[in-house]
């Protein structure tokens, strides 16, 4: 007569997956906007993996968590295999016949870099499908499913990343607005409209150029850069402007530096670009874009 006792029962996937991300990105609330769930998911998997092995894997505090020696020790083993799990679906994904290209971008790079820029990169690989989701942090190209990321970031962050534009800062505004200001002094007397993702805009520039234009925070705040460099267009106001986005509208004219200079700020335009049999493909398309 066979004999088949019930298999011992490692812990879940899912549990594995969210110790990986906890412990690599330093938090819960990190992990969960990776994985796309609940803080409150992720600290029920890892509570699972506590009870499961019978020691702490993570010190809670209230100014966040912090990862025990047994949780240390562990993550570089499961560094390696995930990496290597990654791997293997983007092997796997590269089996499909269809050429898909599947880009992640901070929605004002989406918006006014890539947008008009489509077009081209159409025209450059033909053959493919081109889909766009907007984040506002970068993905992790070794674990999720993107061909290539657009974002702001440290020139050094991505070793291999392509540089498609330094990004300077400079006030800008609709051609109407700039006969208003003679000099800068003149912008103590104009709304300034801010973007919440780069609050200390104005004030760098203030410094950097060593006038004083009453209080920096003042004026219109927009979430989305878009909405910002639109209200700015439309003459409501005075703009911070990030130059490597608005090539195209300071060439059409909607947009003017009412001053000459600008000044350097410590991002660049850079793409992440994952590897895949289409990565010096795409390497070209959007070096050429730059």
């Known amino acids: 007569?066979?004999?088949?006792?019930?298999?011992?029962?490692?812990?879940?996937?899912?549990?594995?997956?969210?110790?990986?991300?906890?412990?690599?990105?330093?938090?819960?609330?990190?992990?969960?906007?990776?994985?796309?769930?609940?803080?409150?998911a992720i600290s029920q998997h890892i509570r699972s993996l506590e009870d499961w092995t019978g020691r702490p894997l993570f010190r809670r505090r209230a100014q966040g968590v912090r990862l025990t020696p047994a949780g240390e020790a562990l993550l570089p083993g499961f560094l390696r295999a995930f990496d290597a799990l990654g791997e293997a679906v983007r092997d796997l994904r590269a089996l499909s016949p269809g050429r898909r290209?599947?880009?992640?971008?901070?929605?004002?790079?989406?918006?006014?870099?890539?947008?008009?820029?489509?077009?081209?990169?159409?025209?450059?690989?033909?053959?493919a499908q081109f889909s766009v989701t907007v984040l506002e942090q970068p993905p992790n190209l070794l674990r999720e499913i993107f061909d290539v990321a657009l974002f702001m970031r440290r020139p050094d962050a991505i070793p291999g990343g392509l540089?498609?534009?330094?990004?300077?800062?400079?006030?800008?505004?609709?051609?109407?607005?700039?006969?208003?200001?003679?000099?800068?002094?003149?912008?103590?007397?104009?709304?300034l409209i801010h973007d919440e993702s780069w609050a200390e805009d104005w004030a760098l520039w203030a410094r950097a150029n060593r006038v004083a234009?009453?209080?920096?925070?003042?004026g219109?705040?927009?979430?989305?850069?878009?909405?910002?460099?639109?209200?700015?267009?439309?003459?409501?106001?005075?703009?911070?402007?990030?130059l490597a986005l608005l090539d195209r509208a300071l060439a059409a004219g909607r947009l003017v530096q009412?001053?000459?200079?600008?000044?350097?700020?410590?991002?660049?335009?850079?793409?992440?670009?994952?590897?895949?049999?289409?990565?010096?493909?795409?390497?070209?398309?959007?070096a050429a874009l730059s």
Request: with cysteine.
């Open 101 to 127: 290209v599947s880009i992640a971008a901070l929605p004002s790079v989406a918006q006014l870099w890539l947008q008009p820029r489509l077009p081209a990169l159409r025209a450059a690989l033909p053959d």
């Open 258 to 286: 009412p001053f000459a200079g600008s000044v350097p700020v410590d991002r660049v335009l850079m793409a992440e670009i994952a590897r895949g049999p289409m990565s010096a493909a795409l390497r070209a398309a959007f």
């Open 1 to 40: 007569m066979p004999v088949s006792p019930p298999r011992p029962k490692g812990p879940p996937l899912n549990a594995l997956r969210a110790f990986e991300a906890a412990a690599r990105l330093g938090g819960f609330a990190a992990a969960a906007e990776e994985l796309g769930v609940t803080p409150g």
């Open 213 to 218: 234009i009453g209080d920096t925070t003042r």
């Open 220 to 242: 219109t705040h927009f979430s989305l850069y878009g909405m910002a460099v639109a209200e700015a267009e439309a003459g409501a106001g005075v703009l911070m402007g990030h």
């Open 163 to 191: 540089v498609l534009a330094e990004d300077r800062i400079a006030p800008v505004c609709a051609p109407s607005l700039a006969t208003q200001l003679a000099g800068p002094a003149d912008l103590a007397d104009q709304t």
